[in-house]
């Protein structure tokens, strides 16, 4: 059997391309230093049908293989595994309901520990960080005293703080309405958010428009809705997950052709400032019940806003982009866009291939997980990366992957100019591999004799 490889976290897939003729900036962050820690990643392993989920440690990403055997902190898994200040929290989200969330910690031993405190947290769609909190996001129903006359609720922001260094969980209050995402782009439709970017003291978070809720289609007698729409407004509920609806919504944006970032001064995410865009669609990625995280700050503290054009995939016209797959920009310390824009979607393969996720690589670059075919085709997969190259507005596909990939990983590290990220090959253990972002080749690293490698990063021991 060919070895597995893990070690990273989970998102990566192959693909082959031409290399990169421009080089972004180094992130110089130190592999290991002595005894004071060592990298972490969150495994699966599955040895007689039953899935287990260990905790292993290991000092390079670069080499070597790590067993399994006797070896890690056997834990209850998570949805996503999370870094923040030198801890690792385990979030799980559990369909409509709360999940439990423990952190652990590297001890002075070099063995994982789980901390004390066990505890609840709100489902979430979407998650990030501020100072010493980690945030997760959802948008849900408001409180009964705010429903209209018909008995509809208002769709408000549900926000879960977990601050890393008390270990406290909190939730933001919404028994005032000014959490309230009804309305919050001036066109009477509802939003969630996808990410939590700091850049400096501002929190960035990209906005995505869901549509009419049946509070929102109802006001106002439909002044909402828009003049030949009325037939998208559901008359009875129905789906499952994601694609769940109530009646009396109007599932999905009206507006495809339009990117909104909110800009808030702190963590209480009360008050955006909203800039706007035409230029691209709204900004995140998707899979299923999760929005992707796709603003995000360049090592200079610049703000790179990415659209995967997800609308494209929608059937009906009046809710399909006619915007391909790019990115804008809003320089450091700005509150408005300013005229950089890149086509992504036409350096794809046969100038029209997507992304479905991406994350920043050091200096102006970033990761991209792209799409095996068009966004209007059918089960389109996140199989191939490239490396975007934000200064020269390049992207060049990633060489040296395994043949086959059955899967990439969801989380990546960065350090001496290179952006790491798990990749299983078909038949594979799954491994680290490191992308060389100047030349867009990637090296197999650490090796993990496990089934998946589901997060990983670097803990400094306590």
């Not at 955006?272 to 998707?286: E, H, N, Q």
């Not at 068009?374 to 990366?385: D, Q």
Request: net charge negative; glycine share 12%; hydrophobic share 30%.
């Amino acid at each position: 059997m060919t070895s597995k490889k893990a070690i990273l976290r989970m998102t990566g897939v192959a693909m082959i391309g031409s290399l990169a003729l421009t080089s972004c900036s180094e992130n110089d962050e130190p592999e290991n230093s002595g005894n004071s820690g060592n990298f972490v990643f969150a495994t699966t392993v599955s040895p007689s049908g039953t899935t287990s989920n260990v905790l292993v440690t290991g000092e390079s990403l670069d080499n070597g293989t790590i067993s399994l055997v006797n070896n890690g902190l056997v834990n209850d898994g998570a949805t996503q595994w999370v870094f923040h200040k030198n801890f690792l929290y385990a979030l799980t989200y559990n369909q409509g309901n709360a999940g439990t969330t423990r952190s652990y910690y590297l001890g002075s031993d070099g063995n994982m520990q789980a901390r004390s405190v066990e505890y609840k947290i709100s489902r979430f769609t979407s998650y990030g960080s501020y100072n010493n909190d980690i945030i997760t996001m959802s948008t849900g129903d408001g409180l009964a005293k705010f429903n209209d006359a018909a008995g509809n609720a208002q769709k408000t922001l549900l926000i879960t703080y977990l601050n890393v260094n008390n270990e406290t969980s909190r939730e933001n209050n919404t028994s005032t309405g000014e959490y309230s995402v009804e309305n919050f782009l001036g066109n009477g439709e509802y939003v969630t958010l996808a990410g939590a970017e700091q850049s400096r003291s501002k929190l960035y978070c990209g906005v995505v428009p869901m549509g009419l809720s049946a509070y929102g289609s109802a006001y106002g007698n439909g002044k909402w809705v828009l003049p030949g729409n009325e037939d998208l407004v559901k008359t009875e509920s129905g789906g499952t997950g994601g694609g769940s609806y109530t009646k009396g919504e109007l599932s999905g944006t009206q507006y495809p052709n339009e990117c909104w970032v909110a800009i808030y001064n702190d963590e209480n995410m009360l008050e955006p400032t909203l800039v706007k865009t035409d230029k691209i669609s709204y900004p995140c990625g998707r899979f299923r019940s999760q929005y992707y995280q796709t603003v995000w700050a360049a090592d200079n503290g610049d703000i790179y806003v990415f659209s995967s054009s997800y609308a494209q995939s929608l059937t009906d016209t009046r809710q399909k982009t006619t915007l391909p797959a790019g990115v804008c920009r809003i320089p450091a310390g700005r509150t408005q866009f300013d005229d950089y824009y890149c086509n992504i979607q036409a350096q794809g393969k046969d100038g029209n291939r997507s992304f479905m996720r991406c994350w920043p690589a050091g200096g102006n670059c970033f990761l991209m997980v792209m799409y095996d075919r068009p966004l209007t085709e059918k089960n389109a997969a996140g199989t191939e990366l490239a490396i975007f190259d934000a200064d020269a507005k390049k992207l060049t596909y990633v060489t040296g992957l395994p043949a086959s990939v059955k899967s990439i990983g969801k989380t990546v590290y960065t350090q001496n100019g290179k952006v790491y990220i798990p990749v299983t090959g078909e038949n594979e253990y799954p491994a680290i591999y490191g992308i060389d972002t100047a030349t867009a080749r990637a090296t197999k690293g650490v090796t993990i004799e496990a089934d998946d490698i589901t997060g990983f990063g670097y803990m400094a021991a306590q």
